[in-house]
């Protein structure tokens, strides 16, 4: 008996997809998951608040920028002592030659586990670009995930030179190269952290731009390309010196988002940095803490607050009470938190 044509196509037939189905199949195959793959503290609670998030985005860049001495590569190694301390890796590509070990380990790094690369002076920018690519060819290896990420720090940004600079002699150097090779590579870099637990960080110091009166003149070195593609951009800037016990113990920074692809830009906050200590983490999660009215802000140099009913005051800049009371700080951090998520920004 002959077969029915008409009834086996039908039972071939696919069966019609839902439109829910073929959108959900369409994302999974084609796009990356939304937003950056986590964030990395920056150890300081009110720097954390402005920026909108609990730190600064992974699978993105960000740009530390700012006058000179601001406290750049300062906050550059808070962030790789974090990532060490959450069972993480730190790369540090040190192009300019000065970073201090010493200065290091009192913020706390890890020097030991740190992988410092300070490139040859004659290191071009395609050079160094291909050394980070190997490293991060190699986050797999190490099973990285967003609790125990990768920071890359390149500091700094300004000394990052072409290989046809590296080849001239006075006469001949000629501005833009760096521009145009940094918009080559910089796009291939982005793409192998995307998706990442790689926090990619360049630390990057103001250059002025001539013949402006009306306009900004403070911009980012290499062209426009790193303001088109980074995600977070924080610039420092001194305030003022930090006296402690009548004797000059440091500096006041002010910290502003310029640029912000995560929250909020244009938020602001003041820091302050103990020379030989790095930033004063404990000041900065109390004038957070005034700032939710957790405690009551300073008056005469001193904080205050009532915890298990007792009055506790004390100074502003009074370093190592929070170690002393350990109780009080988890307790202030735990109301941080809820009114963090209160205020809908964590």
Known sequence: ???????????????????????????????????????????????????????VP????????????????TLALHLVAQAQKQGGLGIYIDAEHKLDLDYAKSVGVNTDDLLLHR?????????????????????????????????????????????KQLE??????????????????????????????????????????????????????????PKFYNALTIELRRTETVKISGKKAGIDVKATIIKSSISKPFSECSLDIVWG????????????????????KPKAGMYSATWKGKELKWGIRQLGWADKNPGFIKHLRSKINLEWKKRGKR
């Not at 959108?23 to 720097?47: C, E, I, V």
């Open 1 to 55: 008996m002959a077969k029915n044509p008409t009834k086996d196509a039908s039972k071939e037939a696919p069966k019609p997809i839902s439109p829910d189905k073929f959108l959900a199949n369409l994302k999974k195959k084609f796009f990356l998951p939304p937003g950056p793959a986590g964030y990395l503290t920056t150890q300081l609670h009110y720097l954390d608040w402005i920026i909108g998030k609990p730190g």
């Open 58 to 73: 992974l699978s993105k860049m960000t740009i530390i920028t700012g006058v000179e001495a601001s406290g750049k590569t």
């Open 119 to 163: 490139p040859d002076l004659k290191a071009s920018m395609r050079v160094i670009f291909k050394t980070i690519g190997v490293a991060l060819g190699s986050v797999d290896v190490f099973e990285l995930t967003p609790e125990k990420p990768l920071v890359v720090i390149i500091d700094s940004m300004n000394n990052l030179l072409t290989d």
């Open 168 to 225: 001239a002699d006075f006469e001949s150097v000629k501005f833009g190269p760096q521009a145009r090779e940094m918009s080559e590579h910089l796009p291939t870099l982005l793409r192998m952290i995307a998706g990442k637990p790689v926090a990619l960080v360049f630390v990057s110091q103001w250059r002025e731009k001539l013949g402006l009166f009306y306009t900004g003149k403070n911009k980012v070195a290499c062209g426009n390309a």
């Open 277 to 296: 200590h790095g930033f004063n983490q404990d000041k900065a999660l109390f004038d957070l803490a005034a700032d939710f009215g957790i405690i009551e």
